[in-house]
């Protein structure tokens, strides 16, 4: 693939998950509560709202890289003020998701092949190193949810489930960096696998690259179930390389 190519991704057939929890109500909040203290503590739920919301979206590509995002339409369809929407679409210009361009809008960030291989690079020194302190910290409660976060992987390939997918891949690497003890380790490991995500939705959409992903997890449990901080190291290289081989053969 030529360097610096935009990449292309399928279609997503699956409904974004957006189960954040409701905003307060008229009926949650005291008569007694002074309106202005009232807006203060709303402030920040809607503005969360906003954002999980759109990032959501966004990190399944549900809202397609390149394109520009139609504020009024938002606003409309996710029943949020302008206010909350424009805290949001702020928040996720500095994490990379959107561009806001002035007298144009607010166009959804596309993805280059580059920016996943600069992705891939980083994550490869961290991990291996994550992977080498959590094969000799991990405890046996951290193992037992570590292979839980891998059966609710295979459940969600089972239901072709995307979004599900991603959200326990991320959570299983997350559950490695914990047990890595360091965390300044795990805050970095954490950005990067925020700013992976989208490149997860195009590869965790292949059927072959989840099969793959689903045998790599168990490798790297046995790993770490070993205590074997280079075979650990080794798993987690495959893996990270498996996902790079799937974004260049598909993408």
Request: hydrophobic share 40%; glycine share 6%; aromatic share 4%.
């Amino acid at each position: 693939m030529p360097s610096g190519q935009v990449l292309a991704f399928p279609h997503i057939q699956h409904a974004i998950a957006r189960g954040r929890g409701k905003l307060p109500s008229s009926e949650n909040i005291s008569p007694e509560t002074p309106v202005r203290t009232r807006q203060r503590s709303e402030e920040p739920s809607r503005n969360a709202k906003a954002y999980e919301t759109l990032k959501d979206g966004l990190t399944t590509l549900a809202y397609k890289p390149g394109d520009y995002l139609n504020t009024a339409a938002l606003m409309s369809d996710l029943q949020l003020g302008r206010t909350p929407l424009n805290h949001a679409l702020h928040r996720l210009a500095t994490e990379g998701l959107v561009q806001i361009i002035p007298r144009k809008g607010v166009m959804v960030a596309p993805l280059s092949i580059d920016d996943a291989l600069h992705l891939i690079d980083v994550r490869l020194v961290n991990e291996t190193l994550c992977a080498r302190l959590a094969a000799t910290r991990i405890t046996a409660t951290a193992l037992q949810k570590l292979q839980a976060a891998a059966r609710r992987f295979d459940a969600a390939v089972a239901r072709r489930n995307v979004a599900q997918m991603m959200s326990c891949d991320r959570m299983f690497h997350e559950q490695i960096a914990d047990a890595s003890g360091n965390p300044v380790l795990v805050e970095v490991l954490r950005v990067l696998h925020a700013r992976s995500q989208r490149f997860w939705a195009i590869s965790l959409s292949a059927e072959g690259h989840v099969s793959e992903v689903s045998e790599e997890h168990q490798k790297i449990i046995a790993a770490l179930t070993k205590g074997d901080g280079e075979l650990a190291a080794h798993a987690l290289t495959e893996h990270i390389e498996s996902f790079r081989g799937s974004l260049l053969r598909g993408h």
